[in-house]
């Protein structure tokens, strides 16, 4: 092994020594969010879009205008307890707060720039007059810092959309500038739904002890987020047995689509950012690939209580901080080097021999601001999983639930450790031996 390798060893066991005081700090439940009746906003019953982790644009009605204020600033964010950075956002988040409207509407949004560059913002799906498009440079000057522009025009269809920025949106973009959306039916189509989410994905690059994500980067993303949030720090879904229910998901990742997957259940994809998806070009289906720059609406009926996972399916996507760069050590004897370093580092330990999981449970410290790779407490133990990922709770009724507690499975409804005997009356050897 060269000085090199060695380096190489050292760094996995740094980059994976994941968990200490950061576990102490994220292994509580999933963030609580009491699930509220929902307000009705639009025409025929529809009911307002909740945005978990997040807020709504308020609106004030000025002859008959919806007017609104965004803040382009920068912004103290923290992914997960253990993880804070310097970000840029609007209104003092990121994502910044959902844009939510009727079809017809005539809204006029103010944009004020308190960041260090000039700044605009582009309405990501809508078609209105070419010179509220946001294109810096094309469809006008960019909005210099100090200063504010206006924005109007008339909203003449339904959707679900995006705002972010179209100056420097590399940068912008991979600070955290980015919000959803949504305008309602003056007509709704469909049947109606109990409850409306939305989820803006995205990701990061955030060295552990860095305090700044990366714009520059195009590859190594390491923090995962749903609406900014990594888990353990999502909060949870709490819908109602029974309940039609919509999610709008949108991707302004810098290079990486995002294939949602929900257990326990069945939808269909209702709507994208080009419009309403007609009932004859639907179909079943468990997984959404969300594209980067684009959104992508699904609705279910969630028949099956419980709490069900609901993350994306690449796999180092429900990681936290991964580092990617370390040797692979799995079925490696790491015994001889341990006791090397030992010797210099007496609570030096080789980890991934066995592969990576129950890492977070091992009582380590991690460097400063950063956090586990993966884990928040479950009902069994801990959720070995990070990044994109939350839980969808199925509840009989929703409204008396905050999010905190874990569902109460039916005697004989849980996985267990197989009886002997049943093993044997059923003609399983669990020591026969393959090849």
Known sequence: MDRREFMQLGALAGGTLLAGQALAQTSSNLAPVRAEKPR???????????????????WKNVRGVKVGHLVAMP?????????????????????????????????RIYVTNRLPEPTTVHWHGLILPNGMDGVSGLNQRPIAPGETFAYEFTLNRAGTYMYHPHYDEMTQMALGMMGMLIVHPKRPRGPRVDRDFALMTHEWKVLPGMRRPDPNAMSDFNVLTFNSKAFPATAPLIIGRGERVRIRFGNLSAMDHHPIHLHGLYFEMTGTDGGFVPESARYPETSVLVPVGSTRVIEFVADEPGDWAMHCHMTHHVMNQMGHEAPVTV?????????HVQALVPQYMTMGQAGMGGMEEMGMP???????????????GSIDMGGMFTVLKVRENPEAEDGSGWFAHPKGTVADKADPAKLAADGIDPDVHFG
């Open 366 to 380: 991690v460097p400063t601001n950063s956090i586990p790779m993966m884990g928040g407490k479950g009902p069994f």
């Open 331 to 339: 079925g490696a004897n790491a015994r001889t080097i341990d006791q």
């Open 40 to 58: 009705i906003v639009a025409p025929g019953g529809q009911v307002a879009v909740v945005t978990p982790n997040g807020s709504t644009l308020p």
């Open 75 to 107: 912004v103290k964010h923290t992914f997960a307890p253990g993880l804070e950075v310097e970000a840029w956002g609007y209104n003092g988040s990121t994502p910044g707060p959902t844009i939510e409207a009727v079809e017809g509407d005539r809204i």
